[in-house]
């Protein structure tokens, strides 16, 4: 009789607005690398948080090495030996590295002990990063590299990844990679939550696929195409992208020679960065997260206002030193990472997290109302258009912004933003941890508003996305600025060695000017 390392059945998790885990059965087996598929809000993040503790299941029993157990917490859970890296980041903003890593770890070792630990750990697995950095200080992509540390420092008998590779490149991808396959060799079994089809067909030796919260299928991807896990997980193949020649307008977004010193002493100085968005194109950077990206969005979104007020334009009006809300008045609008916290207040209602960026239903001359008064109607019906263009899943406009799945919190984001009929939209990290369907929805929305005329920026870590929407790309490394590529001139091969700020060799220069002869 086959023991497993974790056996679920029959586990049921319900909601007021929706069944999360409707009966789901489940097997994994020691050194397995198994991938848990499906689209978002299918109750994947769910039923990884009943294995790990962090929620209780309404039925149903689970088996962890063939011993029935009722996981009460995260504690109970590492005990038995479950790590789990979220999606979500679970990370105090004001203590350092080690001290988040620390929180989880048995107390009998010393805060020096673990910095030290974490210090091999990284470079045993190339997740570099500084014990001593306080977590404020972090891009999405290194919280990642502590998330992943922190679990791998409890000697796991079972890891759960939600999405670990989402902010990742494909180099440190492949370094992770190896890192999994040398765990699966020592027996340890990897619990896999992916969007990433390709990914799941190159690592995972089984998979299970999640529908509306059921077990709708089991199969070995490695036998599958990308086009027939689509279609067992989202039930039909995603639309493709068309992407029509573009002829740009005017300059809407000029950086010109900006430098600034980061606000903190583990920050990235800005140095010197030239950038130019016109209207009708969608441009992209590229680059390995903590290289200055942060430092750039803050000072262009207007979060950090120290930059020379002339450095920054938007359609020739300088606005370097100009607030969130007065860029906005310019056209400027912003998708930031960080969904919840900065992109949407977590306790509040999708309509009312409509009024961070959007200013339509405040009343500002009599015919309205009352001025500042809020026409909650008008808040409420921006609230369902959005919901029902961009195919959020949510309870409704009253849903909380914590209640969805980070993919349909993402495409509300994204909708709230276009709706706005900005003049230049900078998204950051667009389809993080979203499905394929999501994704293509989202990078199709995108496309849709530079053919409208609008300049987009767009920073992400995902080369195959910036490669199908830019129509110029740069790549940023130690808070420099790369030359702009073109579609035709980029490739993941050349912008993989930009990363390291390369482009300045002469052989990076050479490659370049051949390819574009």
Same mark, same amino acid.
């Given at each position: 009789m086959t023991v497993f390392r974790l056996q679920l059945d029959g586990i049921c998790k319900r909601y007021p607005a929706v069944v999360a885990n409707d009966h789901v059965s489940l097997r994994v087996k020691p050194g397995e690398i198994h991938a848990v598929l499906g689209e978002n809000g299918a109750g994947k993040s769910t039923l990884m948080k009943i294995i790990y503790g962090a929620v209780k299941p309404d039925g149903g029993t689970l088996r962890f090495n063939g011993q029935t157990e009722q996981i009460a917490n995260p504690q109970e859970a590492r005990r038995l030996g479950i790590s789990m890296v979220f999606q979500h980041f679970s990370l105090f903003d004001t203590l350092s590295v080690a001290e988040n890593v620390w929180l989880g770890l048995d107390k009998s070792l010393s805060l020096a002990e673990v910095t030290q630990r974490i210090t091999d750990i990284a470079a045993q697995y190339g997740l570099d990063i500084d014990p001593a950095r306080p977590v404020h200080t972090l891009g999405v992509g290194e919280m990642q590299r502590v998330e992943i540390i922190r679990a791998l420092l409890t000697n796991p008998q079972l890891l759960i990844l939600d999405e670990p590779t989402s902010v990742l490149t494909p180099q440190a991808v492949e370094k992770l990679f190896v890192v999994l396959r040398q765990l699966a060799s020592e027996g340890r079994s990897i619990l896999y939550i992916s969007h990433k089809l390709h990914e799941i067909r190159a690592l995972c030796t089984a998979c299970t696929v999640m529908r509306a919260g059921r077990v709708t299928g089991v199969c070995d991807p490695r036998q599958e195409t990308n086009a027939s896990l689509s279609q067992l997980m989202i039930g039909s193949l995603p639309p493709e992208l068309h992407v029509r020649d573009h002829q740009p307008g005017a300059a809407v977004l000029s950086v010109r020679d900006l430098r600034l010193q980061a606000d903190d002493p583990f920050?990235?100085?800005?140095?010197?960065?030239?950038?130019?968005?016109?209207?009708?194109?969608?441009?992209?950077?590229?680059?390995?997260?903590?290289?200055?990206?942060?430092?750039?969005?803050?000072?262009?979104?207007?979060?950090?206002?120290?930059?020379?007020?002339?450095?920054?334009?938007?359609?020739?009006?300088?606005?370097?030193?100009?607030?969130?809300?007065?860029?906005?008045?310019?056209?400027?609008?912003?998708? #930031?990472?960080?969904?919840?916290?900065?992109?949407?207040? #977590?306790?509040?209602?999708?309509?009312?997290?409509? *009024?961070?960026?959007?200013?339509?239903?405040?009343?500002?001359?009599?015919?309205?109302?009352? *001025?500042?008064?809020?026409?909650?109607?008008?808040?409420?019906?921006?609230?369902?258009?959005?919901?029902?263009?961009?195919?959020?899943?949510?309870?409704?406009?009253?849903?909380?912004?914590?209640? *969805?799945?980070?993919?349909?919190?993402?495409?509300? *984001?994204?909708?709230?933003?276009? %709706?706005?009929?900005?003049?230049?939209?900078?998204?950051?990290? #667009?389809?993080?941890?979203?499905?394929?369907?999501?994704?293509?929805?989202?990078?199709?929305?995108?496309?849709?508003?530079?053919?409208?005329?609008?300049?987009?920026?767009?920073?992400?870590?995902?080369?195959?996305?910036?490669? %199908?929407?830019?129509?110029?790309?740069?790549?940023?490394?130690?808070?420099?600025?790369?030359?702009?590529?073109?579609?035709?001139?980029?490739?993941?091969?050349?912008?993989?060695?930009?990363?390291?700020?390369?482009?300045?060799? #002469?052989?990076?220069?050479?490659?370049?000017?051949?390819?574009?002869?």
């Open positions: 920050g990235v100085d800005l140095n010197g960065v030239n950038l130019q968005v016109r209207a009708g194109e969608v441009v992209g950077i590229a680059g390995v997260s903590g290289n200055g990206q942060r430092e750039l969005l803050f000072a262009l979104s207007g979060e950090d206002m120290r930059a020379a007020n002339e450095s920054i334009q938007l359609s020739g009006q300088a606005m370097g030193q100009l607030n969130p809300d007065q860029r906005r008045d310019l056209g400027l609008h912003f998708v #930031p990472e960080e969904r919840l916290g900065r992109g949407a207040v #977590p306790s509040l209602s999708l309509a009312q997290n409509l *009024l961070l960026t959007r200013h339509d239903a405040v009343a500002s001359s009599g015919a309205a109302g009352a *001025l500042g008064w809020l026409n909650l109607n008008t808040l409420h019906t921006q609230a369902v258009n959005i919901i029902a263009k961009y195919q959020v899943k949510a309870g409704g406009p009253d849903a909380a912004a914590r209640s *969805l799945s980070g993919g349909n919190l993402q495409k509300f *984001l994204v909708g709230r933003e276009i %709706e706005a009929a900005p003049k230049l939209l900078i998204v950051s990290q #667009p389809t993080w941890g979203v499905d394929v369907g999501a994704a293509a929805q989202i990078r199709a929305a995108l496309l849709a508003l530079r053919d409208a005329g609008c300049a987009v920026l767009v920073v992400s870590e995902e080369l195959d996305e910036l490669l %199908e929407l830019s129509d110029r790309l740069h790549v940023m490394a130690e808070g420099r600025l790369s030359p702009a590529l073109t579609r035709e001139e980029a490739n993941v091969s050349r912008i993989g060695a930009w990363m390291s700020g390369l482009w300045d060799a #002469p052989a990076a220069t050479q490659e370049v000017n051949h390819v574009a002869s």
